[in-house]
């Protein structure tokens, strides 16, 4: 299985603010995808991030709302921008490994104000 | 929508086994099914997958029936430790993993 780290691991943002995420993986994968899970919820997924390529985004997600970047096969980025009480959320990314199993990172708790 | 149906909540008593249904009525021939858990607040973890044999590993035991309508994840020794939301889901090498809302079981002393 893959290791995943995220940082921050929680923040408390005020709203129209913008927060990125960091996700390492200690192994080269080539599919990563970023969750967002709000209170109380299921984990949802936002988008899959291929690297070399844009991002996919799941409907009800928007590139302007969350840009990701994936620069290579160990690192990818997401960002919540111009932030809301609404997206006080855990995001969670997760990487697909040879097993076409998924593995997920810690996540990333927000607050928003 | 996610192609699974679980219950909402389950208990189950320390050292004893923990049965955990799902029905997967809609699944395909090339369809896994996967099992993970969320422990409060934490992201979730991987416990096993099988497609139609049934499937054991440290964590757990999953049995498929042989129409592969239905699973069932087994925690053979449940502890207060295994206190957490289990989710199924089918998902083949098309598509994405879709989290329906889980079972939250809960581990009593």
């Known amino acids: 299985s893959a290791v995943i780290s995220q940082k921050p691991s929680r923040d408390i943002c005020q709203r129209g603010t913008s927060l990125t995420i960091q996700c390492q993986v200690d192994?080269?994968?080539?599919?990563m995808f970023w969750y967002r899970q709000q209170p109380g919820q299921s984990l949802t997924l936002i988008a899959t991030?291929?690297?070399?390529?844009?991002?996919?985004?799941e409907s009800g997600f928007v590139i302007d709302k969350f840009p990701i970047s994936r620069p290579n096969l160990t690192f990818s980025t997401l960002t919540v921008s111009n932030m809301s009480p609404e997206d006080s959320s855990i995001y969670l990314c997760?990487?697909?490994?040879?097993?076409?199993?998924?593995?997920f990172g810690p996540g990333t708790r927000l607050l928003v104000l | 929508d996610a192609k699974t149906t679980q219950p909402p909540s389950m208990d189950c008593a320390e050292g004893r086994a923990a049965n955990l249904p799902c029905n997967h009525s809609t699944i395909s021939g090339n369809e896994y099914v996967y099992w993970y858990r969320q422990i409060h607040s934490q992201g979730p973890q991987y416990i096993i997958h099988?497609?139609?044999n049934n499937e054991t590993n440290e964590m757990a035991s999953l049995i498929i029936t042989e129409d592969r309508k239905s699973s069932t994840l087994i925690l053979p020794h449940a502890t207060l430790r295994d206190t957490a939301v289990y989710y199924c889901?089918?998902?083949?090498?098309?598509?994405?993993?879709?989290f329906g809302k889980g079972t939250k079981l809960s581990v009593k002393p």
């Open positions: 889901i089918v998902w083949g090498s098309q598509g994405n993993l879709i």
């Open positions: 991030a291929n690297q070399g390529s844009e991002a996919t985004y």
């Open positions: 997760s990487v697909e490994g040879l097993t076409e199993t998924q593995y």
């Open positions: 099988g497609l139609k």
């Open positions: 192994s080269q994968v080539t599919m």
